[in-house]
């Protein structure tokens, strides 16, 4: 089992910077990716980015250049820098870890997610 605790978020108006910050807990070993997610009211919840434990990182098109993940392995901590905010951000965002389980033959990867912070950017 794996438990994630977000912090940070609340109200900005656009153009401002928040920050998150997401502790996980528990089977740390086999955590492969950790990432932020998004939903908005009346939309599917969507990839913000990701990070890889090598440090690989993927962003969706929307955030590029505003949003930066980070990750550290030794305090098992993932973050997300968010700057020039704009009221589209709005939503509740919500931390993940994608775990490394042992199945016959190979292995699954399981989604553990954290309780989602609001982010609202007021225009």
């Known amino acids: 089992q794996v438990q994630l605790v977000e912090s940070g978020g609340g109200l900005v108006q656009a153009g401002g910077s928040l920050s998150l910050d997401c502790a996980v807990s528990?089977?740390?070993?086999?955590?492969?990716?950790l990432g932020w997610y998004r939903q908005a009211p009346g939309k599917q919840r969507e990839l913000v980015a990701r990070?890889?434990?090598?440090?690989?990182?993927n962003y969706a098109d929307s955030v590029k250049g505003r949003f930066t993940i980070s990750r550290d392995n030794a305090k098992n901590t993932v973050g997300l820098q968010m700057n020039s905010l704009k009221p589209e951000d709005t939503a509740v965002y919500y931390c993940?870890?994608?775990?490394?389980?042992?199945?016959?033959?190979?292995?699954?990867?399981?989604?553990?997610w954290g309780q989602g912070t609001q982010v609202t950017v007021s225009s």
């Open positions: 528990g089977r740390t070993f086999s955590i492969n990716t």
């Open positions: 993940n870890a994608a775990v490394t389980r042992p199945i016959p033959g190979g292995s699954t990867l399981d989604n553990y």
């Open positions: 990070i890889s434990r090598g440090g690989m990182t």
